[in-house]
């Protein structure tokens, strides 16, 4: 638990303060595609990810689901910017056996109003959450899809990746990938495929290993 005291939920946090508000929350353990929470379901509960990763989507009125995020160790997920009694725009769907603090509304209000830090740190994520969106929006609308999957296996790495031989792998599907980054199945496998040969990445059949990130770079910013 200590190592969670580094989250950016506990951002100018003494310590002792870091430790009363993770104590005061409740560990739970999750299994892969459990569901945590559910689009439109009332938001009763915040929830640091200990450990696993979970990935956030949104279904729309026709049924298509996308990838709205994708949350590993250190991070917040179930938060509401103002109200904390409204409800969750978002599914949240476990991709790796995933653990967590968990606090239930009654006792987040309780710390909130104790700690009001912890209501800016809140505030800052859900900040940085809405810029990167709003960075993958304008991928999506005037960037290629080499550009796109590039920046996009960038972020996974650094936010769901784990050390492996050779490399950092992402456990992630191409139907997944595609979902995020707004193209085809097709598209993404013809990609991996010519970056696999390229010895960029080694695709997998539900993840990706990226062994040159420079390389990735390189392709984010020229889009070849």
């Known amino acids: 638990m200590s190592r969670l005291r580094s989250a950016s939920l506990f951002s100018g946090l003494s310590d002792a303060e870091s430790q009363e508000i993770l104590l005061s929350g409740r560990v739970r353990s999750y299994f892969p595609d ?15 990810i200990e450990c696993g990763s979970v990935k956030l989507t949104q279904v729309s009125p026709e049924g298509n689901e996308v990838i709205l995020w994708m949350s590993g160790f250190g991070e917040s997920i179930g938060m509401q910017a103002e109200d904390p009694t409204g409800s969750y725009s978002c599914t949240a769907r476990v991709v790796e056996r995933c653990r967590a603090v968990v606090w239930d509304h009654a006792r987040l209000s309780g710390l909130l109003g104790k700690h009001h830090r912890l209501g800016r740190n809140l505030n800052q994520i859900l900040t940085q959450r809405l810029q990167e969106l709003e960075i993958r929006f304008r991928e999506v609308a005037t960037e290629r899809v080499a550009n796109r999957l590039a920046m996009t296996l960038l972020r996974l790495q650094h936010r769901i990746g784990k050390p492996c031989e050779g490399g950092i792998e992402i456990a992630l599907s191409r139907e997944e990938l595609a ?46």
């Not at 459990?34 to 640091?48: C, D, K, T, W, Y």
């Open 34 to 48: 459990e569901v945590i929470f559910s689009q439109g379901h009332p938001a009763n509960a915040m929830l640091l």
């Open 179 to 224: 979902q995020m980054t707004g193209t085809t199945l097709f598209t993404i496998s013809r990609l991996l495929s010519k970056w696999g040969d390229e010895g960029l990445i080694t695709p997998r059949r539900e993840a990706v290993i990226v062994r040159d990130a420079k390389g990735l770079e390189r392709i984010g910013e020229s889009g070849f």
